[in-house]
């Protein structure tokens, strides 16, 4: 079955640190990839995604994500961490089979000043 | 700007009560998705509808049932709430079946 991995369910990092939110997935065929974000009390808010092309995507507010096949993970990263980054952060990717997403558990970020 | 919202924000009712979630799109989506987000689980699949009056069971569908009547509206139906489905309600759209999903506020139920 296929699954979604996102390494430490919490990462604690200084501002200006990089920030490095590890995913890991298991699919048959290359998958869409997608990173969200989660704020207290809100919806999720798409960060990037990886689909076809490029495999270095870069999405909203500094971050960017690589996708390596060979490693079947699509790790995120900021080069300079901000407070208002600290939020929950989900890994998704697309079934092989239907419609929907598969979604990681989460990791929240907390960024210290 | 894609605009999904959730009829309420927080909600509280007593177990074995009939409880409604609404949940409308604006962008015309064909896909439209119910999770609940329970701390350390993530985001699960409870149902989803890629047409009106069309749908199909997602993870974990029990207790759970769905109507779509309209392309923009999608409901989410607790035909007998119970403790355990205390949880946050997620509703997402899409315009493809794999492409990125556009989500609500989400409403934070609790049932006593």
């Known amino acids: 079955a296929q699954s979604v991995t996102q390494l430490g369910s919490h990462v604690s990092v200084s501002e200006g640190a990089l920030v490095l939110l590890r995913c890991n997935y298991s699919?048959?065929?290359?998958?869409?990839l997608f990173w969200y974000v989660q704020y207290p009390n809100q919806g999720l808010q798409l960060l990037l995604k990886y689909t076809t092309g490029a495999t270095l995507v870069k999405g909203i507010n500094g971050f960017e994500a690589e996708f390596k096949k060979s490693e079947t993970s699509f790790h995120l990263t900021k080069p300079s961490a901000h407070m208002s980054d600290a939020a929950e952060y989900f890994c998704a990717v697309s079934r092989t089979a239907g419609t929907a997403l598969i979604f990681g558990k989460g990791t929240t970020l907390s960024v210290s000043s | 700007d894609v605009k999904v919202t959730q009829s309420s924000r927080y909600l509280v009712k007593r177990t074995g009560e009939k409880v409604f979630l609404e949940c409308v799109q604006d962008m015309d989506h064909e896909n439209m998705f119910w999770y609940r987000q329970d701390p350390g689980l993530g985001l699960r699949l409870i149902y989803f509808?890629?047409?009106?009056?069309?749908?199909e069971k997602g993870d974990i569908p029990e207790g759970y049932s769905v109507s779509r009547e309209k392309k923009e509206r999608f409901s989410l139906i607790l035909e007998s709430a119970s403790t355990n489905q205390t949880s946050m309600y997620l509703c997402?759209?899409?315009?493809?079946?794999?492409?990125?999903?556009?989500f609500g506020p989400g409403t934070r139920l609790t049932v006593t």
């Open positions: 699919s048959s065929v290359p998958p869409y």
């Open positions: 509808s890629y047409d009106v009056k069309m749908k």
């Open positions: 997402a759209s899409s315009l493809s079946r794999v492409g990125e999903q556009y």
